[in-house]
Nanobody, 118 residues
């Protein structure tokens, strides 16, 4: 059974950086579109970044130039490098596998909390 496990969340000051990881088991991330979503309290879950099996990337306008999504095929892991973090980046971040376009796939991780606070 496919499973995604996120790690790397935490508390960071504005302007700081965090690196989120999503480790896959039972699914090969290199062959799937892998995405990061986030959900802040009172808000809908939103797409943050995605990477296709071919390596194309897509980002929400709010994170362009600050976040980078990548894959480590050897570790079967997807990375979200987040720089220049802002208060509004505070949310639970979820890894997703198997999506098509803007439609998420069926596989979700448990989420990891990112809090940007001074």
């Amino acid at each position: 059974q496919a499973q995604l496990v996120e790690s790397g969340g935490g508390l960071v000051q504005p302007g700081g950086s965090l690196r989120l990881s999503c480790a896959g088991s039972g699914i090969l991330v290199r062959f799937s579109m892998m995405s990061w979503y986030r959900q802040a309290p009172g808000n809908q879950r939103e797409l943050v970044a995605a990477i296709t099996s071919g390596g194309r990337t897509n980002y929400a306008d709010s994170v362009k130039g600050r976040f980078t999504i990548s894959r480590d095929n050897a570790k079967n892991t997807v990375i979200l490098q987040m720089n220049s973090l802002k208060f509004e980046d505070t949310a639970v971040y979820y890894c997703n596998a198997g999506g098509v376009g803007l439609v998420p796939g069926n596989y979700w991780g448990q989420g990891t909390q990112v809090t940007v606070s001074s």
